[in-house]
């Protein structure tokens, strides 16, 4: 198995925007859809998005607005804009169970990017 690669985490000041990257193989990013996660230390992994393969969207109602979720033919991107510091956590992206079942790529937990939100 070899999971996708999270990139672009910081550290930002309340209110910022930071634009985090999901790259693999370019048949993954195409065919398959993608989830966002994050997860704080101790606590369980929270769903943030998903893109399907076709490029439909979904969020959880409470991160509409401030989260946005886009592709292209090399990377999933996750737009994070006007930031709170209860988003500070690991992001971390992974294939969408049932969606890209050709592959075990993807469909592991990778390193994950730190995203840091300072008040």
């Known amino acids: 198995q070899r999971p996708l690669v999270e990139s672009g985490g910081g550290s930002v000041q309340a209110g910022g925007s930071l634009r985090l990257s999901c790259t693999g193989p370019?048949?993954?990013?195409?065919?398959?859809?993608i989830d966002w996660f994050r997860q704080v230390d101790g606590s369980g992994r929270e769903w943030v998005s998903s893109?399907?393969?076709?490029?439909t969207p979904t969020y959880p109602n409470y991160l509409k607005g401030r989260f946005t979720i886009s592709k292209d033919k090399l990377a999933v991107y996750l737009q994070l804009d006007n930031l709170k510091p209860d988003d500070t956590a690991m992001y971390y992206c992974?294939?969408?169970?049932?969606?890209?079942?050709?592959?075990?790529?993807?469909?592991?937990w990778g390193r994950g990017t730190q995203v840091t939100v300072s008040s």
């Open positions: 370019g048949p993954i990013i195409m065919n398959c859809g």
């Open positions: 992974k294939t969408t169970p049932g969606t890209c079942s050709w592959t075990d790529t993807g469909n592991s």
């Open positions: 893109i399907t393969a076709a490029g």
